[in-house]
């Protein structure tokens, strides 16, 4: 059994504990407000810019020559992961990591190549030896254009040359403060939408010098911002699941101490009892 002293030293291990799991929990709120406020700023823009590709993709035929649309064998599938590079988000990394793996592991014919964005999300498909064609720290904590625009460049690069035949990105969808849903979306190759898709009188599009030239021009910047509003998502994701599981980790560290602090009481009680009897007992036998 625990002395007095071994309580009260857990007591005072535990309450800082707290401390420090309450402050994360303050800055965890703090960044998800900021966070929160750029993805509302930038949605209505890569919603609108992925709305004008689905019609523009219904505009190519099998006859175009467009690198980006251009029906191949799939031998190898780039797979851009987006985590975080620390811990203590609660589950965030691991869910997102495991629906990555869970479609590679679907495909398993296909040669994989994982682009980790995130430190977290490369440790774990290094350990389960999986080919990691790039990796990118850094992005998770600043989320900025300019490296959603080099990963752009990047896999586009890598569709043209050959390397790979289709790329995909796995990213946590915001929809609250408590529910975040794992995504997985098809970037390349594009594809001719369904007529469904096709909405002729949104707009009236005309292409200079041609719709080839223009889509081959035009993919990278697309790719730019669907992989920043991907970023967006899952930074917001990542400061909801860190606020939650510090608050519930604060809460646990509540429960503890008053755990603690009970079991301290009644221990100190029950010197003071056994004190009084020895003392009783003492005068008694004076007597």
Known sequence: ?????????????????????????????SKL????????????????????????????????????????EVKNI???VLTSDRGLCGSFNATVSKEALAYVEALKDKNAKIIAVGTKGWDYFRRRGKEIAHRCEGASEATAFADAEALGVKVAEMYKSGEVDEVYIVYTHFESVLTHIPYIERLLPLKPASSEDFDPGSFIMSYDPDIETFITNAVPMYLSITIFGA????AVCEQA?????????????????DELTLDYNRKRQSMITQEITEIVSGANALQ
């Not at 007095?4 to 401390?19: L, P, Y």
């Not at 523009?56 to 191949?72: C, K, Q, W």
């Open 33 to 72: 407000q900021k966070a929160k406020a750029r993805l509302d700023d930038i949605r209505p823009m890569y919603g609108d810019i992925k709305k004008v590709m689905e019609n523009i993709r219904a505009g190519v035929s099998d006859d175009m020559e467009v690198p980006f649309a251009e029906a191949r």
């Open 231 to 234: 970023m967006m998502e899952s």
């Open 241 to 257: 699941s860190r606020m939650t599981s510090m608050d519930s980790a604060t809460r646990n560290a509540s429960d503890i101490l």
């Open 1 to 29: 059994m625990a002395s007095m002293k071994a309580i009260k030293k857990r007591i005072s291990s535990v309450n800082n504990t707290k401390k420090i799991m309450k402050a994360m929990n303050l800055v965890a709120a």
């Open 78 to 80: 780039a797979y851009i």
